[in-house]
C-alpha cells in the first residue's frame, strides 16, 4: 500500500479512528491492533513475505533474551552472531544472491566457465533493508547493555513492524522507539496536527515534485545518446529533486503519520540540498542510515580514535557498505566509494565538521560564499547520483560524457516542455519553501511562523490545491521501497 | 479529540471550497501549460462538437461504430455511403470501454443500429480512462453518468475537469464556446469521421503495454450483455494497425481466442494491402490513404460473413 494512494487515504483514518477508540482497553490490546493493522498493510503489497518480518522479529526477541540472560561473554557473543546471521542471512539470499552469484561466475567465465549456478527468481521483499536493520539494531543494543530485553512480545512486534515505517524507515532505534511502544499514548491535538502538516508536505514532494520528475529522468536515462548534453543535465539534476522528494517526502509522511498515532521517529532528512561540503551533506541525508553505520559499523571498527591511516580506511568501509545497502549492483558499491573519495580531503584537512550549524542561520538571504559553497557540492551531489540511478557503471560512463560534450551550451530540448517548465516551477517553489523553513524539522515547519491560524490554513490549502492542481498522473512507486 | 476532529471536518469543508475556487480560477485564467492536472476545450480536439452537432439528427441508422480514436480514423461513413449504408462513427479519444457503455446507455435507442461495429484495441483494456473522461467532461458527454465514473478513476485529473465542467455547464459558460479546429492536419468529413491528410510517420516510439484493469474488463462485459439483450447485431473487430504495432505484441493469437469467445470477432490489424510507411500517419492510426483502401475491403468482408445484409432498405 503506498503512502499516496486511494487505498491509504482510506486505511489511515480506519486505523486511525480504531486506534485511539481502543485507547482504554489498554495498551497490550493497542499494540496488538497496531501489529494487526502494520501486518495488513504490509500484506497489501505480498502477504506472502510476512513471514520474513515474523521471523525476523522471534529471532531477535528470543535472541536478545538469551543475551541478557547469560553473563559469560563469549555465549552472549554467540547469540550475537546468530541475529548478526540471520538478518544479514534473509538480506543475503533476498538481495545479494544473484549479485554474488553473477559476479563469480563473471570472474570464472575469465577462465572459460560458463553458468555454474541457477538464480533465484525471487521478487525482493519491500523493506527489508530497513526492518532487519532495526531489528538487528535491537540485539546489538542489548548485547552493549544499552538497553534491556523487551518482556512484551506485543510492543517488540509492535515496534518491529509499525507501519508508518516498516518498509522505508526512518530505521528506528530501540533505544528511543521501543520505549514509547511501553507507555500509554495519550492523543494530542499540537503533535496530531503537526503530523498531518508533514504529512501534506510529504505528498507535495512525492506527488508534485518527486513523480513529476520521475518522467524525464526515465526518458533520458533511458536513451542518453538520444540527448543533447545541456537536456542530460537538466535530467541528472531532476533525478537530485526525484530521489530526494521521493525519500524525504516519504520520511515525512512517515514521521507525521507516527506523530497521529502518538509516537516520535527520529528526524530522517534535514534540508540536505542546503549543504556546503560532502560531510554536512551526509549528516543531513538519509540521517537514520548514516548514524545507523556510524553507531554499529564506523565505531566499533575504532572511528577516529585508531589514527589517521585506520580512520580512513573505516570511512571507506562505512561508505562502500552504504553504498551496498542500496542495492545489489557495482553502481551503487563505486556511488559511495566516490562519496567516500569526496568526504576523505575534508577529514584530513580536519574541515569534516566545520558546517554543523544551519545555513545563513537567522538570515533570509545566504552570503554569496554560503551560496557558492552549497551550489558547489549541489554539483557533485547531482554528479555522483548519475552513478546512483544508472543501471550499470558503462551507462554511467555513458550520461556523464554525454553531459559533457559541446552540447552541453545548446537550448535543452525534449518533448512536452510543457509540463517540464511546471515541474522547474514546482522545484522552485519547494526551495523556497524549505529554505524559509531550514531551521525546523520538515519543510512546512517554517509556517508555524506565521501566528495568524487564518494565514497557516491558507498556506495549506494552497499546497492542497497545488498536490491536486501539479501532481503526476503517472505516480510511481517509492523509490527506497527497493532498498 | 473532539477538538481534533471539529477542526478537521472545518478544514476539509473550507478547503474544499478553497480547492473548488481555485480549480475555476486556475481553468479560466492560467495558460494550459501551467495547469497540467485541467484540460479543457481550449486543449482538446473540438472535432467532437462537431460530432455532437451531427448525432442530434441521426436516427435509425445502418451501422454504429464505437471504440476509440482507431474508430473516428479507420470507418469513414462517406465511404459506406458509396455502398449505400447510412452510418455513424461515435468513436472518440481514448475511449474505453466504460465510457463505450455511457455513450449506449444516452444514444443507443436513438440512433437503433441495425449493426454495431465495436472496435476492441487491446491496450484500451489497460486503460485509466482518464483520457477520455478529459473528453466527455470537457464537451458535457453524458456528464450526469460521469459523477461515478469519475469517482472510479481515482484520479484527481479527472476531478479537477469535473469541478471544471460542472461550474461551465452552470453557468451555461459553454452555449457561447466557439469552434476552434486547426484544418492543417485533419478535417471533420461528417458523422463522426475526422480525416487525417495523408501523410506518413517518420519516428517509431517504444510503445508501452499496461496491465489489464478488470474494471474495463468488467464494462466490455456489461458491454457485450447489454447489446445481446437489446437484440442488435454486432462485431468485435481489431482495427488496422502498423507492422511494428503488431510485432510489439506479445500474443496476438490469445488475444484474438478471448475476443473470440465474446462474440464474432474480425482481425483486421494486419491487412495486406496496407503498408506502413504509406497508409499510416503513425504507427497504429491509418492515414487517408489507408482508409480509402480498409473500409471496401472491410465491407466486403462483413458481408462474405453475413453480418451485413447487402441493403437495410
Known amino acids: ?483 | 479529540m473532539i477538538k481534533f476532529l471539529k477542526d478537521i471536518s472545518i478544514f476539509s469543508f473550507l478547503a474544499s471550497l478553497f480547492y473548488v475556487a481555485l480549480v475555476v480560477a486556475w481553468g479560466e485564467l492560467m495558460p494550459p501549460f501551467l495547469r497540467p492536472n485541467l484540460s479543457d476545450r481550449t486543449i482538446l480536439d473540438d472535432n467532437i462538437l462537431l460530432t455532437l452537432n451531427d448525432l442530434k439528427d441521426a436516427e435509425d441508422i445502418d451501422v454504429l461504430f464505437l471504440g476509440s480514436s482507431h474508430t473516428y480514423r479507420t470507418f469513414d461513413p462517406r465511404i459506406w455511403k458509396r455502398y449505400g449504408y447510412n452510418t455513424f462513427n461515435l468513436g472518440s479519444s481514448a475511449q474505453t470501454h466504460i465510457h463505450t457503455g455511457l455513450l449506449l446507455n444516452q444514444y443507443l435507442e436513438q440512433l437503433n443500429p441495425k449493426l454495431i461495429v465495436y472496435e476492441v484495441y487491446p491496450d484500451i483494456f489497460g486503460n485509466d480512462g482518464v483520457e477520455a473522461n478529459s473528453v466527455f467532461l470537457s464537451y458535457d458527454i453524458c456528464l450526469d453518468q460521469m459523477t461515478e465514473v469519475v469517482f472510479e478513476s481515482q484520479s484527481v485529473k479527472s476531478m479537477n475537469e469535473m469541478i471544471f465542467a460542472r461550474y461551465r455547464n452552470i453557468f451555461l459558460l459553454n452555449d457561447t464556446y466557439e469552434i476552434n479546429l486547426d484544418i492543417s492536419k485533419q478535417e471533420y468529413k461528417g458523422n463522426g469521421f475526422v480525416e487525417r491528410k495523408s501523410n506518413v510517420f517518420s519516428q517509431v516510439e517504444p510503445f508501452l503495454r499496461t496491465d489489464i484493469l478488470q474494471s474495463q474488463i468488467d464494462a466490455f462485459q456489461n458491454n457485450i450483455r447489454k447489446l445481446e439483450n437489446a437484440n442488435i447485431p454486432f462485431v468485435l473487430v481489431r482495427a488496422p494497425v502498423t507492422q511494428i504495432e503488431v510485432n510489439q505484441f506479445p500474443d496476438m493469437n490469445a488475444y484474438n481466442v478471448l475476443m473470440q469467445d465474446y462474440s464474432e470477432f474480425i482481425d483486421l490489424s494486419q491487412v495486406n494491402e496496407l503498408q506502413d510507411s504509406i497508409h499510416f500517419y503513425d504507427f497504429h492510426h491509418l492515414n487517408q490513404k489507408g482508409v480509402e483502401i480498409f473500409n471496401p475491403i472491410f465491407i466486403d468482408t462483413l458481408l462474405q460473413l453475413n453480418l451485413l445484409k447487402d441493403t437495410y432498405k
Open chain 1, 1 to 483: 500500500m503506498f503512502f499516496d494512494s486511494f487505498d491509504f487515504a482510506l486505511f489511515l483514518p480506519v486505523v486511525f479512528a480504531i486506534y485511539w477508540s481502543i485507547n482504554r482497553c489498554g495498551l497490550r490490546i493497542q499494540n496488538a491492533f497496531l501489529i494487526i493493522a502494520s501486518y495488513v498493510f504490509y500484506a497489501w503489497w505480498d502477504w506472502k513475505f510476512l513471514g520474513l518480518i515474523v521471523l525476523s522479529s522471534v529471532v531477535d526477541f528470543l535472541i536478545a533474551k538469551e543475551i541478557f540472560a547469560t553473563a559469560i561473554r563469549s555465549k552472549r557473543r554467540q547469540w550475537l552472531y546468530v541475529s548478526i546471521f540471520v538478518n544479514l542471512g534473509i538480506l543475503a539470499i533476498f538481495k545479494y544472491f544473484n549479485f554474488f552469484i553473477g559476479n563469480i561466475e563473471s570472474t570464472f567465465s575469465l577462465f572459460g566457465s560458463e553458468k555454474l549456478f541457477s538464480r533465484l527468481d525471487w521478487v525482493l521483499p519491500v523493506g527489508i533493508s530497513f526492518y532487519t536493520f532495526q531489528t538487528m539494531s535491537y540485539t546489538i543494543d542489548v548485547y552493549r547493555e544499552k538497553i534491556k530485553p523487551s518482556q512484551d512480545v506485543f510492543s517488540f512486534f509492535a515496534y518491529v513492524s509499525f507501519f508508518p515505517q516498516l518498509v522505508a524507515g526512518p530505521i528506528e532505534r530501540a533505544s528511543n522507539f521501543l520505549p514509547q511502544f511501553k507507555v500509554e499514548r495519550k492523543f494530542d491535538y499540537g503533535n496530531a496536527v503537526d503530523g498531518l502538516r508533514q504529512i501534506l508536505w510529504g505528498l507535495f514532494k512525492k506527488m508534485v515534485i518527486a513523480d513529476n520528475c520521475a518522467i524525464y529522468v526515465d526518458m533520458f536515462f533511458a536513451e542518453p545518446n538520444a540527448y543533447s548534453g545541456s537536456t542530460l543535465l537538466i535530467g541528472a539534476v531532476f533525478f537530485a529533486f526525484q530521489i530526494y522528494g521521493d525519500f524525504s517526502g516519504y520520511s515525512d509522511i512517515a514521521i507525521g503519520t507516527a506523530k497521529l498515532f502518538g509516537f516520535n521517529l527520529m528526524q530522517n532528512f534535514a534540508f540536505p540540498y542546503f549543504s556546503r561540503d560532502i560531510a554536512e551533506f551526509w549528516r543531513r541525508w538519509h540521517i537514520s542510515l548514516s548514524s545507523w553505520f556510524r553507531d554499529y559499523v564506523y565505531i566499533p571498527l575504532g572511528g577516529s580514535r585508531v589514527g589517521k591511516w585506520f580512520a580512513l580506511r573505516n570511512i571507506f568501509v562505512v561508505f562502500i557498505i552504504c553504498g551496498f545497502w542500496h542495492g545489489a549492483n557495482w553502481t551503487f558499491i563505486v556511488w559511495g566509494l566516490l562519496n567516500a573519495a569526496l568526504y576523505l580531503p575534508l577529514y584530513l584537512l580536519d574541515r569534516n565538521r566545520k558546517h554543523i550549524d544551519t545555513v545563513a542561520y537567522g538570515k533570509v538571504i545566504p552570503s554569496m560564499k554560503e551560496l557558492i559553497h552549497m551550489s558547489l557540492t549541489f554539483s557533485l551531489v547531482v554528479l555522483l547520483w548519475i552513478i546512483f540511478r544508472s543501471d550499470t557503471i558503462d551507462d554511467a560512463i555513458i550520461y556523464i560524457n554525454g553531459i559533457f560534450d559541446t552540447s552541453l551550451l545548446s537550448v535543452p530540448s525534449f518533448r512536452l516542455m510543457g509540463n517540464a517548465g511546471a515541474t522547474f516551477l514546482m522545484i522552485i517553489i519547494m526551495l523556497l519553501v524549505e529554505w524559509l523553513s531550514r531551521q525546523s524539522s520538515y519543510g512546512l515547519g517554517g509556517v508555524l511562523k506565521l501566528s495568524s491560524r487564518s494565514m497557516r490554513w491558507l498556506c495549506y490549502f494552497v499546497i492542497l490545491f497545488l498536490v491536486g492542481m501539479y501532481s503526476s498522473q503517472s505516480p510511481n512507486g517509492f523509490i527506497y521501497f527497493q532498498f
